[in-house]
């Protein structure tokens, strides 16, 4: 199979239209069996429960090369069971977990001219989502529904080495207590990006959300959860019933007890004690973990002692062994590397 002729490692984060991509339609109670097209564009009606009530819900996953030249995707049946919760809690149907990834299978092996090479630094992203497709305007959930997949090549997260980033504090929040922050869907993103643009009008990379009942806890950014390290060397990472489940931290919190032989608290985190902490990372299937050099609440500052120039050594450790996992350099757990043959 011919690569594209892509410029892998100038790659951002940005759509490119892919050659194929998988569909598969909700009518009368039941999926039918999906196939892959040619045809990017989707034709509903205006009064689409997507349109008008937000009823949709999302993944995100990669394909990429392994040293040993393989294609594969990480724990794709941790995306399958996320996207059936997000889609529960939204009275949407429950797309089998198998035809998942089938589904994920089919779009990689008709895309895979567009999986970058091992070493690019680059993969190919995998979009799922679905959508309430038929016309309602009375509130209630749609009868019909859409599954897609496409996948569109991506760059490296980080060019040029992981610098640091600056979050701010947010007054405005993600998600409502009792409500759906710990979902994957579109709605908890539109409420985010007023905040977020602010954030980046007054010079800062992201926004630390803190739990919306009483803002005294640590929750997450808009896109990735937190991992903290103590002065002892323990991993501590938010626990709440409002934050979304990153796949990404679960296997990160598997990593640094199974292979690093560090310990893990997953607890409340009040924001009063993260001046206390010696590093922090946001954890995201785009990064990986990305490290944080500062968070500014209002006028006070935390700077930890990692500083801005790069990771702090233990979630440096947890980026290298994680990384080694996906690529094929570490062995990885039972089930977690997902080969698709060509
Ligand atoms: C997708 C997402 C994450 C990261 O989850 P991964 O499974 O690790 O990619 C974290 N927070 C929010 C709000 C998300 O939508």
Redesign the pocket.
Known sequence: MEKKNIEWSELGFAYIQTDMRYVSYYKNGSWDAGALTEDATITINECACVLQYAQTVFE?LKAYTTEDGRIVTFRPDLNAE?LGSSAARLEMPIFPKAQFIDAVDQVVRANAAYVPPYGSGATLYLRPYMFGSNSVIGVKPADEYQFRLFATPVGPYFKGGAKPITLRVSDLDRAAPHGTGNI?AGL?YAMSLHTLMDAHRNGYDENMFLDPATHTKVE??????FLFVTKDNKIVTPKSDS??P????RSLVYVAKEYLGLEVEERPVLFEEVKDFVECGL????AVISPVGKIVDHDKEICFPSGMEKMGDTIQKLYDTLTGIQMGRIEAPEGWIHEIRL
Do not use: H, M, Q, Y
């Open positions: 995100g996320r994957k908890n997450e950014t808009g896109g990735a959860n934050i979304l990153s796949i990404t931290r954890c995201g299937t785009a």
